[in-house]
């Protein structure tokens, strides 16, 4: 018996690749992935992008999402590429797919895809978390006994059933500040910190419930993350732009 094939002509191929940089702010924060995927998909056709998509009985669009940030978790640094069945100006795409998605959800950057994975450029992210209630020496000593061990294990439930995740192994660096003594926001903490794409991921929940279990840490409020920075990672822990590359590869050389 013959295999069957789907009708019609194969899909057109892909022509151009390109990636995003984008944001997720304010309320939008507390959009899922799945959430995003759909807002993003509709966008694509409200701006009318000529996406290559790809063959079989179901085609779907060429789109890969890099590293997505936890629910309820702000990002200034979120990525995805996706494949154009025609070549297109990246800043027209940029000013019409951000026009196209809900305020909250915003496009930073579009740039043409050089040779390499972005995936693979993704070695650690930069995290800011606001502790708000919280006074800045009570959780410089809570960082203080945390990066103090070798070890933190914390209990999390995964897509593989629960299982315990050594926190502290994934944290490379953690500095504690705190608000200024007459802001309107009241007294809180900052942690910023600096963790190394693992599997499963180290969210920053995971970081507090580690900081509660080393240093009887206890949020009298939610947690504020941001993830500011991810991509590449240098000898002094200093995270790089995972699109430097792409753009150096579009530009000529003088």
């Known amino acids: 018996m013959s295999r069957r094939t789907p009708d019609g002509p194969p ?18 924060r507390f959009t899922s992935h799945r959430d995003f995927a759909r807002a993003f998909e509709r966008a694509l056709r409200r701006a009318e992008v000529p996406m290559g998509y790809s063959a079989g009985f179901s085609p779907h669009q060429k789109i890969s999402y890099v590293g997505a940030s936890p629910t309820g978790v702000a990002s200034e640094a979120e990525y995805l590429e996706i494949g154009l069945a025609r070549e297109v100006d990246i800043e027209q795409l940029r000013t019409s797919l951000d026009a196209a998605l809900p305020e909250g959800l915003d496009i930073v950057e579009v740039v043409v895809a050089g040779p390499g994975s972005l995936a693979e450029r993704m070695e650690a992210s930069a995290w800011r978390i606001e502790l708000p209630g919280l006074s800045e020496a009570l959780v410089r000593d809570a960082v203080e006994q945390f990066l103090a061990c070798a ?81 590449p990672l240098d000898e002094q822990a200093a995270i790089g732009d995972p699109l430097a590359a792409d753009r150096n590869h579009a530009t000529p050389p003088p």
């Open 11 to 28: 899909p057109p191929p892909v022509v151009q690749r390109v990636r995003i940089r984008y944001a997720k702010r304010g309320r939008l």
């Open 151 to 231: 070890e933190v294990g914390i209990e999390r439930m995964t897509k593989g059933g629960r299982r315990t995740v050594d926190v502290r192994a994934a944290v490379i660096e953690m500095t504690v500040s705190g608000a200024a003594p007459d802001s309107p926001d009241g007294e809180r903490a900052i942690i910023d910190m600096v963790v190394r794409q693992v599997t499963p991921t180290v969210r920053p929940d995971d970081v507090v419930a580690a900081l509660r279990s080393v240093g009887g840490l206890a949020p009298v409020a939610s947690p504020l993350a941001v993830r500011q920075a991810q991509g």
